[in-house]
């Protein structure tokens, strides 16, 4: 009985247990391979700042396969991956695939050649390779929305100009992509471009190497030809050409080989001889074309070569002529068969 005046006794509850974060076991996978782990956490946990990275790094809570490790290591797939609770990170959400039926179909029309490691598209002209100030639509866009995550969607290995047609190389994966930047670093690739210029060159074959320095203006980014004293910004850049035809002297078909790939390269290099690419806006190309020419860049990426990023053969794509270029051949009595390629010289 609980005397008068005073409260009954309540009984002492325990403490509400409150969930914690758990330790986090992540496996490398076969994406990230060789990747850094600074820059793997940065993929996964992209909000959570270097600098309490590098003190979770020295106090051991990060860990890979038991071991310490810093913002630099290497990391192997298959390796194991030890995160401490980080309640305040969430992890990046997964990208959401936005790619339509009508992209579908469009990158179904210009793939050249594709297996598990490698795409290689016939890029049309006009088309942006990436985005840009004004550039909302160009094809890394849909190559971002063919991925599940930022290193395992398709990637762009090199670039070509907006108005430039032609081969083009994508890694179906980041691992892929650094293999074939070391292959295009090294010179192990080899390119070969079909144009038709103004006027015909002279010597029918040569090599021009003439560095380069930016020269963006009001108009766009250009490139010219360095001038002395300017080393330091210039960008050496050598390509070789060849005529494979002639129409009198009002213009040739000349194959190019780039042996640096530098922006405007092939442009620029053709322009500085005196005889820039039909078409090309931007170093005088456009200016008095032949009746029946097109107004537009007369320059396609006709073939690449290099080993497969497997280790096992070679890959060796040619893409057809984009149709202006196609009705310029014509017009002029271009072959852009056989005799053309055995013509433009072996890779």
């Known amino acids: 009985m609980v005397p008068k005046g005073s409260r009954p006794a309540v009984p002492s509850l325990p403490p509400v247990a409150r969930a914690r974060p758990s330790v986090e076991m992540r496996t490398v996978g076969e994406a990230e391979d060789g990747m850094r782990l600074d820059r793997w956490f940065r993929t996964h946990y992209a909000s959570l700042p270097h600098s309490r990275l590098e003190k979770l790094l020295r106090t051991g809570q990060v860990r890979v396969d038991g071991g310490r490790a810093k913002a630099s290591t290497r990391l192997a797939a298959g390796q194991t991956v030890r995160i401490p609770p980080l309640p305040d990170v969430p992890p990046p959400p997964q990208p959401k695939h936005t790619l339509s039926k009508a992209d579908r179909a469009f990158l179904a029309s210009i793939t050249l050649y594709e297996d598990d490691d490698l795409l290689v598209l016939n890029k049309p002209p006009g088309i942006a390779v990436q985005g840009g100030t004004?550039?909302?639509?160009?094809?890394?866009?849909?190559?971002?929305?063919?991925?599940?995550?930022?290193?395992t969607r398709p990637r762009l290995v090199h670039r070509l100009d907006r108005d430039t047609s032609g081969v083009l190389v994508i890694a179906k994966r980041r691992s892929v992509a650094a293999k074939l930047g070391r292959a295009f670093q090294t010179r192990s690739v080899r390119k070969i471009y079909w144009a038709i210029v103004k006027g015909v060159p002279k010597p029918p074959q040569g090599k021009v190497e003439a560095a380069l320095v930016?020269?963006?203006?009001?108009?766009?980014?250009?490139?010219r030809k360095a001038r002395p004293g300017e080393q330091e910004i210039a960008q050496a850049a050598v390509t070789h050409y060849a005529v494979v035809d002639r129409a009198g002297q009002a213009c040739a078909f000349v194959s190019l080989k780039p042996v640096t790939g530098r922006q405007h390269q092939l442009r620029a290099h053709m322009a500085i001889i005196g005889h820039p690419i039909l078409g090309d806006e931007k170093y005088h190309g456009d200016r008095d074309l032949p009746d029946g020419v097109a107004r537009k860049l007369h320059l396609h990426a006709r073939r690449i070569s290099f080993p497969h990023p497997s280790g096992e053969g070679v890959v060796d794509v040619t893409a057809p002529l984009p149709d202006h270029m196609a009705k310029?051949?014509?017009?002029?009595?271009f072959e852009a068969g056989e005799g053309a390629e055995r013509s433009t010289g072996a890779l």
């Open 134 to 151: 004004k550039t909302t639509q160009h094809l890394d866009k849909l190559l971002e929305a063919m991925g599940d995550g930022p290193e």
């Open 214 to 223: 930016k020269a963006a203006g009001p108009e766009g980014d250009r490139v």
């Open 328 to 333: 310029a051949f014509a017009l002029f009595g």
